[in-house]
């Protein structure tokens, strides 16, 4: 591969990104797409040869499925932080032409028919092994992952950003395409980051957000749809690198992939008014369309059994009209991805009104409703079945005020709780066991609710009646007599 990049003279920085923008971000998904032929094939090679060979080979399949991520991840989040893309212009060209050299010497290893499978593999494990000392074809994976992990660092202008492993690895791969014979790449800027300027740029204190970690978490259970619908972008659509610039200030908050990653989603927050947005990118033959939207600007409603629909206002047709369906395999990551766009959008600084439609979930019902006192605040809590998977989920909400029915945090019910899962502690207070919630909301802390040595966790009740009834919905009777040894110090008894 030639390099990716080519021009006459060093252009500024504005004129790079309209001009070399498009062109770098469909280099970053063209390589993603080879790495992902070439990880299939190299499955189908693994499974002709003897068990023997299998570990080294997966392994090399794992960081081949990691660079295509990796890249994938790059020219999405390169959208986002348009303004940031000349700081990553010339790491990019020095790495994509030696890693698109390493995977077409891959598929020419697998495709040589003078060989049998196993001298195929063996040549090309140790040919390319011995291209760079000391750099094994595993090896060479890692180093290219380990770089594009550190460019995502140096274009979201992450605290983490490591200067020094950065060059270093910049150095290696440099090597490793003298060794090739691949020309040395072209620079772009003359500015290249002094050590003086990363100091201030990237080691700012940063404050997580809530929406980072909800899919952080493991799944407590997996309630998979039987009937997959079908996951589709409406926009309208813009091809990749052509979407007008976002602000600089900007922090990416989720990205959630759908249909083996033909479609992904970022949720993504405006840092001078905090207003969250999302990025659709959507994959058609071989070119990316990418959309931008405001969670203010989109409405959100279950669609069928998987599918989350979201829709816009036409201001041009008066009308109503689709941006995306994404169809999701579990009914957990339905629930989250729902909670997290209507939370971002309620408290979104641009939100003027919400549909009250919105705060429902299709095809859920509600078994119960009380009000709690959660971590000092007042709370409503929910139960909700699922029609669909039978799947039940606790649902905290708002009780009152300018965010009421704002949702504050879930937590999935385990399949065939046992009988120690829930404990009357006194007339208003139930623990539970194995909950684990889902926040949505910065100040709210579920920690000050667990309670004992195995650390349950504590509803409190606004009146005995209700933690009555809770508790006869999951055990059927209701253990009187340890309500009645416990009473609250709130509460005669």
Known sequence: MDPILHRTRTPNARVAVQQLGPQLLNGCCHEADRADIVGFNLQGLRNSLPTSFHPHINGIIEEIHNTSRLL????????IHISQLTAVFDYLNVILPCLCRTLRDIMTFIEEKSMNREHRWRAMYHKLGNELPGTTLPARFIMYNQFLRLLQDLLTRSPNFDLNAMESLRIRILQLREARQIPPPNPIRTDLIRRDEALEFWNQETNSHWAEAIFTQPLPS?????????????????????????????????????????????????????????LIRSKVVNQN???????????????????????????????????????????????????????????????????????????????????????????????????????????????????????????????????????????????LRDIQPYVFCETYRPTHQRRGRFGAFELAFAHSEAATRFQELFSGTPDVSAASAAPDSSEGT
């Open 289 to 431: 369309w990418v959309s931008v939207l405001g969670a203010h600007e989109l409405c959100i409603r279950r669609e069928n059994d998987s599918v989350l629909h979201l829709s816009k206002w036409s201001h041009t047709e008066q009308r109503v009209k689709p941006w995306a369906n994404l169809s999701f395999l579990t009914w957990e990551e339905m629930v989250l991805f729902y909670c997290t766009f209507l939370v971002l959008k309620v408290r979104s600084s641009l939100t003027i009104n919400v549909n009250p439609h919105e705060f429902h979930l299709k095809k859920e019902r509600r078994l119960f409703q009380a009000q709690i006192i959660d971590d000092g605040y007042q709370h409503v809590l929910m139960v909700f079945e699922d029609a669909i998977t039978g799947g039940c989920r606790l649902h905290a909400a708002v009780w009152e005020g300018k965010l009421r029915a704002c949702p504050v945090w879930t937590a999935f019910i385990p399949p065939n709780v046992s009988s120690s899962w829930l404990l009357r502690k006194t007339k208003r207070r139930i623990w």
């Open 72 to 79: 994938r991840d790059l020219a999405e989040q390169a959208q």
């Open 222 to 278: 997996r309630r998979e749809f039987k009937h997959q619908g079908r996951t589709d972008a409406y926009g309208p659509l813009q091809k990749l690198g052509h979407l007008p610039p976002v602000s600089r200030d900007v922090k990416i908050l989720v990205k959630r992939s759908f249909d083996n990653d033909r479609v992904s989603v970022i949720f993504f927050l405006q840092l001078r008014n905090q207003a969250p947005s999302l």
